[in-house]
């Protein structure tokens, strides 16, 4: 397994293609330079034979043109004695006349062929004149032979042939010897090769080894390391790009978590909720201030379907992020909600703004969505205070002016000749009159405190002073309905620093309430004592009256609110008088509170200033 591994690396296979392209170029020289040797040599020996037949074909025509027989005979004897003189070793020699016979043979062991015809092909090639007869052989011994056949020629006649057969073993040996010592180089050549391969390669693959490394601590997020750079060539400068490159990209990395980091606390500490979803409409990041919102788990949130997070159909949800709706109100509800809900209390519904922002990619289409979620339940109850607000006004101005006009009418019609009715009417009329300047300048008073233009005159004021003040005011009301009333003022409240005018406004305000919804014979008790804060003093106004039920004491100081409309209206009251009182308590940096039990009695509490404030001539 690890050498298969082995041959598929680089190193293996620089290593293989130099040796086989050695491999290559030696065996293409090698046969070129062996073809070229054994070419060489051959025709050296061919040419040396010719050479040796030559001059023997001198020394032996003398003989073969005796024609006297004695002379024959003794010419014969010359014949053997040249022919064996001049044998060379491994060379046979076969002297023949000009029929083919053989006269003489260097040869002692081939005496057997003398007298005999020769009828080899180059022979009879030769006694027809034809020079240069050749042809190699290989014997019975598996030697390879050259066989050489020449003319001898007597005044101008073919008199005979020389027939020459040299063994060419020691030629093949001497290539064999040749071709042992050039594959002997080669293999050295080879295994040099291969060992100048390993180097070049680890040379060349050392470096790419290094870089692989690195760039694995790279991809882990290790950028401290550098691969070192060997020289100017293409690996080294493949090496500085690499370490380059690093740098760059750790730079990026770094400035790209500087980025998720100020993101992640931006969506961390907005103030409205984020969530994202992928093309499939699930959710992959919500942030703190959603899960908030939603009441979930930032773990259970993520990999849910956004209708299922948000409890709304996935027909919203497709028109939202398809662009056909910009945004909804949502109205949440928890387990505390529904316990609020459930005791008579509806304001405790919280009211979310969902609006879906689709991600589009270029070619790809919405490929996910960025929903925020913003509470806005404040600004749908102020939206809803204002809408009521403006309901209420029109209907308290509307209610007086019918009647004036209708009484307008009724004495235009004729009854205005009768003096007793007319002089009701025109007292209705005018009561109507006096109830819509009541409420105009109630609301001059809001409006002036809205836009903080209600200046403040405040001195010290004695607070048991200021609460017989009060009692003497209301006096002929309390004989009225026989109501007992109390003052309980303790010693250590000393002095309010306020603007009596609109302390006893508010004053006027609470006891005449107090003295509207008291039965006859009941009892208001007027106290003024230090408050639990330092620098406060605490002044009540407390009776036995109706009271009033728990389900509408949150929204008893909101403008126009009443709890019995009708009997509130038919008392003369514009539904404002605690709203006032509550905006000239603030003004005078206190607070204003109530405490109340249906057929048991209310107390209203609010708190003043004991010492005056810097810049307290108005209030800005």
């Known amino acids: 397994m690890k050498l298969g591994r082995f041959f598929r690396t680089i190193q293996a296979k620089l290593i293989i293609i130099y040796v086989l392209l050695i491999l290559i170029a030696m065996q293409l020289i090698g046969v070129y330079f062996v073809s070229a040797m054994k070419h060489s040599l051959t025709s050296n020996f061919t040419e040396d034979l010719r050479s040796s037949a030559k001059l023997l074909s001198i020394y032996v025509e003398p003989y073969l043109k005796e024609d006297d027989a004695a002379d024959q005979g003794?010419?014969?004897?010359?014949?053997?004695?040249?022919?064996?003189?001049?044998?060379?070793?491994?060379?046979?020699?076969?002297?023949?006349?000009?029929?083919?016979?053989?006269?003489?043979?260097?040869?002692?062991?081939?005496?057997?062929?003398?007298?005999?015809?020769?009828?080899?092909?180059?022979?009879?090639?030769?006694?027809?004149?034809?020079?240069?007869?050749?042809?190699?052989?290989?014997?019975?011994?598996?030697?390879?032979?050259?066989?050489?056949?020449?003319?001898?020629?007597?005044?101008?006649?073919?008199?005979?042939?020389?027939?020459?057969?040299?063994?060419?073993?020691?030629?093949?040996?001497?290539?064999?010897?040749?071709?042992?010592?050039?594959?002997s180089g080669m293999a050295i050549a080879l295994g040099l090769t291969a060992v100048l391969g390993i180097i070049l390669a680890h040379t060349i693959t050392q470096p790419i080894k290094q870089i692989t490394r690195q760039a694995t601590k790279v991809a882990e997020g290790h950028f401290d390391g550098q691969v070192p750079v060997m020289g100017t060539d293409e690996i080294g400068q493949l090496s500085e790009a690499f370490n380059y490159m690093t740098r760059q990209l750790q730079e990026a990395l770094n400035a790209n978590e500087e980025e998720k980091e100020k993101l992640a606390s931006i969506l961390t500490n907005m103030s409205d909720g984020v969530v994202a979803t992928n093309e499939q409409g699930k959710v992959i990041l919500v942030n703190r201030r959603a899960c908030g919102m939603l009441g979930v788990k930032p773990s259970d949130a993520e990999g849910k379907d956004m209708a299922t997070l948000l409890h709304i159909a996935a027909e919203q949800v497709e028109a939202l992020v398809s662009g056909q709706r910009s945004s909804l109100l949502l109205p949440l509800m928890s387990q505390e909600d529904e316990v609020a809900l459930s005791s008579g209390n509806n304001q405790s519904e919280t009211i979310l703004r969902v609006t879906f922002t689709p991600i589009h990619r270029r070619g790809e289409g919405v490929t996910g969505s960025i929903v925020v979620l913003q509470d806005v339940t404040e600004q749908e109850k102020l939206e809803q205070s204002r809408r009521e607000f403006v309901a209420n006004v029109s209907h308290e101005l509307r209610t007086p002016l019918t009647t004036i006009k209708s009484y307008v009418e009724a004495l235009d019609?004729?009854?205005?000749?009768?003096?007793?009715?007319?002089?009701?009417?025109?007292?209705?009329?005018?009561?109507?009159?006096?109830?819509?300047?009541?409420?105009?300048?109630?609301?001059?008073?809001?409006?002036?405190?809205?836009?903080?233009?209600?200046?403040?005159?405040?001195?010290?004021?004695?607070?048991?002073?200021?609460?017989?003040?009060?009692?003497?005011?209301?006096?002929?009301?309390?004989?009225?309905?026989?109501?007992?009333?109390?003052?309980?003022?303790?010693?250590?409240?000393?002095?309010?620093?306020?603007?009596?005018?609109?302390?006893?406004?508010?004053?006027?305000?609470?006891?005449?309430?107090?003295?509207?919804?008291?039965?006859?014979?009941?009892?208001?008790?007027?106290?003024?004592?230090?408050?639990?804060?330092?620098?406060?003093?605490?002044?009540?106004?407390?009776?036995n009256g109706v009271g009033i039920p728990p389900k509408d004491l949150e929204r008893i100081f909101e403008r126009f609110y009443r709890v019995d409309k009708a009997r509130s209206r038919n008392m003369g009251g514009t539904g404002l008088g605690l709203s006032i009182a509550r905006e000239m308590v603030r003004a005078h940096g206190g607070d204003i509170g109530m405490e109340s039990t249906c057929n048991v009695g209310t107390k209203v509490t609010f708190t003043l200033p004991t010492k005056a404030e810097e810049g307290s001539e108005a209030f800005e």
């Open 74 to 183: 003794k010419s014969m004897e010359n014949l053997n004695m040249v022919v064996r003189n001049f044998n060379i070793n491994g060379v046979e020699i076969q002297v023949l006349d000009a029929t083919g016979r053989v006269l003489t043979t260097s040869m002692q062991t081939q005496a057997d062929y003398l007298g005999k015809k020769n009828t080899e092909t180059v022979v009879i090639r030769a006694l027809q004149g034809i020079r240069d007869n050749e042809e190699v052989i290989i014997d019975e011994d598996n030697v390879r032979k050259q066989i050489l056949a020449n003319p001898v020629y007597a005044d101008g006649k073919v008199v005979g042939a020389l027939y020459i057969v040299a063994s060419m073993k020691d030629l093949y040996e001497t290539i064999e010897g040749v071709n042992q010592i050039f594959v």
């Open 413 to 543: 019609d004729g009854a205005l000749e009768e003096q007793q009715l007319a002089e009701r009417f025109v007292g209705v009329i005018g009561n109507e009159t006096e109830r819509m300047i009541r409420l105009v300048t109630d609301l001059l008073h809001l409006s002036r405190f809205d836009s903080k233009q209600a200046k403040l005159r405040k001195l010290p004021t004695d607070i048991q002073e200021m609460l017989e003040d009060v009692a003497d005011r209301f006096s002929l009301k309390f004989k009225d309905k026989r109501i007992q009333v109390g003052i309980e003022v303790d010693m250590r409240a000393g002095m309010a620093i306020i603007d009596r005018d609109q302390i006893d406004q508010v004053l006027d305000n609470l006891v005449s309430n107090a003295v509207k919804y008291t039965p006859e014979g009941g009892s208001i008790v007027l106290r003024g004592v230090p408050a639990e804060s330092k620098g406060l003093i605490a002044v009540s106004v407390e009776d």
